[in-house]
């Protein structure tokens, strides 16, 4: 999701964006958070930074084959589309149609999956073609997706996970996720499982969070309120920071957001 802007991060920033790559001076590469209730948000290092398509409305980022494939929003251009890290340029490219508005993906048993918000759809692709196989229905919204390498985890904006068939589609199970005091943690976003645990984007702010399924509670928080603030532009139409993509054999991180001009690779 979601169309509401910028004004939320407080964008006061220093540079253009021309010329971003992994070469890139990072003059803070080690960014301390702060701490709030009792959970401490660890450091992060910014380990490059790429340049990123500023005029997609990420929703949805997963690696795969040193590539990034990425699921943009926005009715009239959506699109799944497949990237190079480096140049920021786009390898193959589907264009949804305009009644759609991508969401969240995931890539399991050689298949790409694909949300819309509203539409109840969930398109499936093959992940090395792009070709269309399959589209899958729910009821309700569509935000978030990953998969514990059996199941697809979906969010939908509320503060609940959702496990579905990888095959059908069908609801096989939900988890209630709550923050560290206790309360319903609303407005999970983008997904991504990392060793066990899922990463998810708080819609509306700078926060990654870190959630043991197991506990259905958040154990760390990561506020990248300094990172937006120290690195990014006044480019005109910046939205909200969304997309986790994870590097299994660097174990480094990759995160972006909606017309963002950067994708950060960061270390936890």
């Known amino acids: 999701m979601k169309i509401f802007s910028s004004v939320i991060l407080g964008f006061t920033l220093f540079t253009s964006c021309n010329g971003c790559n992994s070469n890139a001076s990072v003059d803070s590469a080690n960014i301390a958070t702060t701490q709030t209730n009792e959970t401490a948000k660890p450091q992060f290092q910014v380990v490059a930074q790429y340049p990123h398509n500023n005029t997609s409305f990420t929703e949805g980022l997963e690696f795969s084959d040193s590539t990034l494939i ?16 480096k140049t920021g ?18 890539q399991l048993n050689g298949k790409i ?59 096989e199970n939900v988890i209630a996720i709550f923050d560290e005091s206790g309360k319903p943690l609303d407005e999970i976003n983008e997904l991504e499982l990392i060793d066990g645990f899922v990463y998810a984007n708080i819609w509306q702010t700078n926060y990654i969070v ?24 006044s480019v005109p139409n910046i939205d909200v920071m969304n997309g986790i993509a994870y590097n299994s ?4 991180i990759y995160i972006t957001g909606k017309n963002w001009p950067i994708l950060f690779e960061v270390k936890f």
């Open 70 to 85: 990425e699921s943009t929003g926005l009715y009239g251009t959506s699109k799944l589309c497949r990237i190079n890290i």
């Open 210 to 233: 870190k959630i043991d399924v197991k506990q259905r509670k958040v154990v760390q928080r990561f506020d990248f309120s300094s990172l937006v603030n120290q690195y990014l532009s």
């Open 89 to 106: 340029k786009e390898i193959a490219k589907i264009d949804l149609d305009k009644k759609y508005f991508g969401e969240g993906i995931t």
């Open 249 to 252: 054999k660097t174990k480094n």
């Open 113 to 171: 999956y694909q949300l819309t918000y509203k539409e109840e759809k969930c398109f499936v692709y093959d992940a090395k073609t792009f070709k269309k196989l399959n589209e899958l229905s729910y009821k309700g919204e569509g935000w978030g997706m990953t998969n514990d390498g059996k199941q697809i985890i979906m969010s939908n904006g509320s503060n609940n996970l959702y496990y579905r068939n990888a095959n059908t589609f069908a609801e």
